[in-house]
């Protein structure tokens, strides 16, 4: 059973930028579509990016001018690379992956359903 591991968050003050690396551990890590999606306090869990297996990487509307995902095969590990952070990216933020494509990226948070989820990693941005 794959198994996903988040770390890298904290408290930063805007502007800044801030990696979080995701690691995988399992068989067939390299089959799955990864992402990386968040959830502030008191709001659904959203899609924050995605990187297909074979590397090609989707944003969300409001980061993709600021945040980059990232994905080395050989340390199993999922990156995201976020620049110029703003209080409103202030989430917890989580680490997924599927063997679907099609389920992450229309990921359903009424259903909350994907089939490997990390435990997240808290980010504060402070105006």
């Known amino acids: 059973q794959v198994r996903l591991v988040e770390s890298g968050g904290g408290l930063v003050q805007g502007g800044a930028s801030l990696r979080l690396s995701c690691v995988a551990s399992?068989?067939?890590?390299?089959?799955?579509?990864m992402g990386w999606f968040r959830q502030a306090s008191g709001k659904e869990r959203e899609f924050v990016g995605i990187?297909?297996?074979?590397?090609?990487?989707r944003y969300a509307d409001s980061v993709k001018d600021r945040f980059i995902i990232s994905r080395d095969y050989d340390k199993n590990t999922l990156y995201l690379q976020m620049n110029d952070l703003k209080p409103e990216d202030t989430a917890s933020y989580y680490c997924?992956?599927?063997?679907?494509?099609?389920?992450?990226?229309?990921?359903?948070?009424?259903?909350?359903?994907?089939?490997?989820w990390g435990q997240g990693t808290l980010v504060t941005v402070s105006s």
């Open positions: 997924a992956a599927d063997s679907r494509y099609g389920r992450i990226e229309n990921y359903d948070s009424r259903t909350g359903y994907l089939e490997v």
């Open positions: 399992g068989p067939a890590t390299r089959v799955y579509h």
């Open positions: 990187v297909r297996a074979n590397g090609v990487t």
